[in-house]
């Protein structure tokens, strides 16, 4: 903190300081106001995301590579271990191969273009999206060259991290690193499944043979996955550092059933949905983020969406009634509609969940909200929330704001898009881009004078980084457009994959699709129906969001102390299924004491190691204290065992 200088006393310092403050914050509102009410070219931005994918390029280039200043690299990838790992993509501003986010983007791109393709060929950019996800899943291809193996991942985050070089200099370590049945990875084999599921889709009708290929691998890596359990980054232990997952593989398993089946119409991968909703914490877990590490949310999503399009069937209705129930609670709490469990936003309204990258949720959710809409609207429904139903065009519209804040409607002004809008960041941390091209100069740059010459050199990057859409702001709104800043100025590919499907659908908006006129504001207009057949839902059974886990909280004791009045509040949580409750996760807020009985873990608190499951019928307690009413406390999620 600055030392107070001058005169006025603590009193009139804190009088101009508010003033201050609120000056900045109706400039800030002003300018949000005026950059919103410019609009925004959603075609010009679609084009620059899927643009950003040749910059990620690895391999040899082709003829029609738009992003000029990159060249061929990676041509050796896999040499060493007897296999063809040339291509693939960089997942950001480093040159390594990281399996699961790569195939999370491939995932996202896939999805993208099935929900808004027809969106994307009025803006002249279907063809382009298309090879971005052609790109990844010939690389799928290549690294998964028997049922039971699985390359997921081609060189190693130290060694890279330890040189600062062009893709098409370096000379870090290209280790290859590859699952199969004595080293399990099934988050990454069925990522990789659910990627070339997807993709089977993209060319179901312009490549049948391809679509053929790519199904075929994706129903045995499925397989793979699922009959040899295990964490890949105890398998690939230098992912680890990196990628780590921390939601477990239960999530990838329900993403990929769920993609086989949307590929194949096979009911099998419904009956695997269904029958392992509670085993795998399908209906179990309330994450309100979606992204390459948790995939609970869009698995929630998929399943409402089969619902909704009547494809659920007698035998498994109620489990994906459940599966919409948490799709809605996602939905909720981004609006800020779901009670204890909302998203965090900035003051200029961002959704805000942590300092590096926290994009990567902005686009993600965007994505989800939008795609949801469409599927409410379609079925003519809406999300149920705590507080009552919501419309489709409450969600879109939510969704606009986002990509919005993103592309410049902030109290910045400043897009996140690199090369996007009259302000955006120059000093991307990204090691092409941060370097001279090899085009313009070809002198070998070593591992140490990139750093040396190029990372540490202040100034506008040598390549424009076009579409490139870094991690963002912090809580406050706050960026600094450093190099070494990378929590802020690196992109990512999976920044981009879903964003590309958003920024297509908010484009429609300009004449473009079946959706030129908005399908959810032409729902809003006529009436909804819901479960109960009225036209404006109120809330019903559906929003009473059932879970087995009954949670008790009461104040146990009350003492006075230094003029504040203390209360010892004890949380008793009782298992009211008939079966084992395992991973349960405890969310808290409106938490200012002190807490036993419970660990913080990254997705709320948990119990200590020695009570890892709950059998039914059985109780657990823990207890906090605080010199305040009780805190919010709610279940996170758990699987049913």
């Known amino acids: 903190m600055a030392s107070r200088r001058g005169g006025g006393g603590a009193r009139g310092v804190v009088g101009r300081m508010a003033v201050l403050v609120l000056a900045l914050a109706l400039a800030a509102a002003s300018e949000v106001a005026r950059v919103a009410a410019a609009g925004h070219d959603y075609r010009q931005a679609l084009s620059k995301s899927i643009l950003y994918f040749e910059a990620q390029r690895s391999g040899p280039l082709p003829s029609g590579q738009r992003i000029a200043w990159r060249a061929n690299s990676g041509l050796l990838d896999g040499k060493a271990n007897g296999a063809d790992l040339v291509g693939g993509y960089y997942d950001a501003g480093d040159n390594v191969k990281f399996g699961l986010p790569m195939a999370f983007t491939v995932t996202m791109m896939s999805w993208s273009v099935l929900e808004y393709g027809e969106q ?57 690193y590859r699952l199969d049945p004595q080293h399990p990875g099934s988050e990454l084999a069925a990522e990789t499944a659910a990627a070339m599921a997807g993709a089977s889709l993209v060319f179901r009708s312009s490549n049948p043979g391809y679509a053929n290929q790519l199904l075929q691998h994706s129903k045995q890596l499925f397989d793979f996955a699922d009959k040899y359990r295990g964490r890949y980054d105890s398998s690939i232990t230098v992912a680890r550092k990196y990628y780590a997952s921390s939601s477990g593989y239960g999530d990838e398993l329900l993403w990929a059933a769920a993609w086989l089946y949307e590929a194949t119409g096979d009911r099998r991968y419904l009956d695997y949905l269904a029958n392992n909703a509670d085993a795998l914490g399908g209906t179990g877990w309330s994450i309100n983020q979606f992204g390459w590490d948790v995939k609970y949310p869009g698995v929630q999503i998929l399943a409402a969406k089969f619902l909704l399009q009547g494809k659920a069937g007698g035998a498994h209705a109620d489990v994906l009634r459940r599966y919409k129930q948490k799709a809605d609670l996602f939905a909720c709490s981004c609006l800020g509609k779901g009670g204890s469990n909302n998203v965090r936003r900035t003051p200029g309204g961002m959704i805000y969940h942590q300092s590096w990258n926290n994009v990567q949720f902005v686009t993600s959710a965007s994505f989800l909200l939008a795609a949801y809409a469409d599927h409410l609207a379609a079925a003519r429904q809406e999300a149920q929330c705590p507080s009552g139903g919501v419309r489709p065009s409450e969600l879109l519209a939510f969704a606009k704001s986002q990509v919005d804040y993103i592309l410049g409607s902030n109290p910045r002004a400043t897009s996140y898009m690199v090369g996007y809008g009259a302000t955006y960041p120059r000093q991307a941390h990204h090691r092409g881009a941060s370097i001279v091209s090899i085009k313009a100069d070809p002198a070998f740059v070593s591992c140490q004078a990139g750093y040396n010459s190029w990372y540490h050199r202040r100034g506008s990057n040598p390549n424009l980084l076009v579409g490139a859409t870094v991690g963002g702001p912090d809580e406050y709104d706050n960026f600094a457009d450093e190099r070494d800043n990378y929590q802020q100025t690196e992109a990512t590919t999976y920044n981009n994959a879903p964003l590309m499907g958003v920024l297509a659908r908010l484009a429609a908006g300009h004449g473009g699709g079946r959706f030129g006129h908005s399908l959810a504001d032409e729902v809003d207009a006529t009436s909804m129906k819901s479960d109960n057949k009225t036209s404006t839902p109120s809330p019903s059974p559906a929003v009473e969001h059932y879970s087995p886990i009954e949670i008790e909280q009461n104040a146990t004791a009350s003492w006075t102390e230094r003029s504040k009045t203390y209360h010892r509040y004890s949380v008793t949580v009782t298992n009211r299924s008939l079966k084992t409750v395992h991973e349960l996760h405890i969310g808290i807020s409106k938490l200012y004491g002190r807490v036993w ?12 190691s020695w009570l890892q499951s709950l059998p039914a019928g059985k109780s657990a307690a823990f207890v906090y204290i605080q010199a305040a009413p009780p805190a919010d406390v709610w279940v996170t999620g758990y699987k049913l065992l």
């Open 120 to 176: 994307m060929e009025a803006a002249g950019e279907l063809g382009h999206a298309m090879d971005a996800v052609k790109w990844g899943t010939d690389y799928f291809v290549k690294a998964h060259p028997e049922p039971n193996v699985l390359y997921g991942e081609v060189g190693d985050g130290d060694s890279d991290h330890d040189c600062w070089q062009r893709p098409e200099d370096m000379t870090t370590s290209r280790q290859a």
């Open 597 to 608: 009985g419970v660990d913080k873990a990254r997705y709320g608190y948990v119990f200590p």
